[in-house]
């Protein structure tokens, strides 16, 4: 059963059981560790937390790209197969936003989950959490070729015979992980229609972030809270992808080009080098081809 740690905020944690955790070592590990992919946009938003909370973690590089989250390893630290993935004194938390509500709550030094608005950072984090498919969908159209981002055979079938369990019972997210990578595979990347639509969730989410933006300093209130952190990682990543936010999404860009001063926001949220050099090659391969961002953007 999920741990309710702040019953009056209706926040659920997820904690893996001693049964979920296959990888037994795990259990011996002492402080605050994080498993994490310096390009996923999950892990990116948890480091520049820890940092801005100044919390001291230990790092464990788990490689999205070669298939490091599909080894029995890994699985059997996250069946889920995603990172980040935080443990803490041999207990593993699993699902970003609510590794950082755990963590604000046990380092109180620099609250960035305020309870006296954790109802709207909930819903944000709920609706970013809700949109995370359709950044992968753009992430894996635009950023590299298909052939870099499909996932190989056996590593979707260890994933698949890997255990299902997620604090003792048969976990749904499991399915949806590995529902996206077959079907990647199958469509041979992302259909036109998918782009399209997780475009238009994006430029819906936009304004409305935009308006919020044009009442207060930070997305939430005056304070910067996680929230702001979390849509900053989306931004960057809509960037490199080619999204332009100065003429339809004002107080955003402002916001952004503010929140870019921060030394951490900005090193935390930098694709990895070899990630970079292939993503600029495939960025002048699209525009050859005449298959630019840019094409999908302004159609409705
Ligand atoms: N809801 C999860 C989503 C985690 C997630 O999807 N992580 C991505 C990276 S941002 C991942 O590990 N993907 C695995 C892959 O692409 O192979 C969370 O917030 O932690």
Same mark, same amino acid.
């Given at each position: 059963?999920?741990?309710?740690i702040y019953?009056f905020? *209706?926040?659920i944690m997820?904690?893996?059981?001693?049964?979920?955790?296959?990888?037994?070592e795990v259990?011996k590990?002492?402080?605050?560790?994080?498993?994490?992919f310096?390009g996923?946009?999950?892990?990116?938003?948890?480091?520049i937390?820890? *940092?801005?909370k100044? /919390?001291n973690?230990?790092s !464990? !590089?788990?490689?999205? +790209?070669?298939?490091?989250?599909?080894?029995?390893w890994?699985?059997?630290?996250n069946p889920r197969?995603?990172v980040? +993935?935080?443990?803490?004194?041999?207990?593993?938390h699993?699902?970003?936003?609510?590794?950082i509500?755990?963590?604000?709550?046990?380092?109180?030094?620099k609250?960035?989950?305020?309870?006296n608005?954790?109802n709207?950072?909930?819903?944000f984090l709920?609706?970013e959490?809700g949109?995370h498919?359709?950044?992968?969908?753009?992430?894996?159209?635009?950023?590299?070729?298909t052939?870099l981002?499909?996932k190989?055979?056996k590593?979707?079938?260890?994933?698949?015979?890997?255990s299902n369990?997620?604090?003792? +019972?048969?976990d749904?997210?499991?399915?949806i992980q590995?529902?996206? !990578?077959k079907?990647?595979?199958?469509?041979?990347?992302?259909?036109?229609?998918?782009?399209q639509?997780s475009i238009n969730?994006?430029?819906?989410?936009l304004?409305k972030?935009d308006?919020?933006?044009s009442?207060?300093?930070? /997305?939430v209130?005056?304070?910067?809270?996680?929230?702001d952190?979390?849509?900053?990682?989306?931004?960057?990543?809509?960037?490199?992808i080619?999204?332009?936010?100065k003429?339809?999404?004002?107080?955003?860009?402002?916001?952004?080009?503010?929140l870019?001063?921060?030394?951490?926001?900005l090193?935390e949220t930098?694709?990895?080098?070899?990630?970079?050099?292939i993503s600029?090659?495939?960025?002048?391969?699209?525009?050859?081809t005449g298959?630019t961002?840019n *094409?999908?953007?302004?159609?409705d």
């Amino acid at each position: 059963m999920p741990i309710l740690i702040y019953p009056f905020l *209706k926040i659920i944690m997820v904690k893996l059981l001693d049964t979920d955790i296959k990888t037994k070592e795990v259990k011996k590990w002492q402080g605050i560790n994080i498993l994490h992919f310096q390009g996923s946009s999950c892990s990116q938003k948890l480091r520049i937390f820890l *940092k801005e909370k100044n /919390i001291n973690w230990k790092s !464990h !590089h788990v490689n999205l +790209v070669t298939g490091d989250n599909f080894t029995d390893w890994f699985l059997g630290i996250n069946p889920r197969g995603v990172v980040p +993935v935080l443990v803490d004194n041999g207990e593993v938390h699993i699902e970003s936003n609510d590794i950082i509500k755990y963590l604000d709550n046990k380092f109180p030094s620099k609250i960035l989950w305020p309870s006296n608005e954790a109802n709207k950072i909930e819903k944000f984090l709920e609706e970013e959490d809700g949109i995370h498919l359709d950044l992968r969908n753009l992430t894996m159209k635009f950023v590299a070729p298909t052939f870099l981002m499909k996932k190989k055979e056996k590593d979707i079938k260890n994933f698949e015979e890997s255990s299902n369990f997620v604090e003792g +019972v048969e976990d749904k997210q499991k399915q949806i992980q590995l529902n996206f !990578h077959k079907n990647f595979i199958k469509d041979n990347g992302i259909s036109s229609s998918s782009i399209q639509k997780s475009i238009n969730v994006f430029k819906e989410k936009l304004t409305k972030i935009d308006n919020e933006l044009s009442k207060q300093k930070f /997305i939430v209130s005056n304070q910067l809270t996680i929230v702001d952190i979390a849509w900053f990682v989306y931004l960057r990543r809509l960037e490199t992808i080619g999204f332009t936010f100065k003429k339809n999404y004002p107080n955003l860009s402002k916001w952004f080009i503010e929140l870019k001063n921060n030394k951490n926001f900005l090193k935390e949220t930098s694709l990895p080098t070899p990630l970079k050099i292939i993503s600029s090659i495939f960025k002048a391969y699209l525009f050859l081809t005449g298959q630019t961002f840019n *094409k999908y953007l302004n159609k409705d």
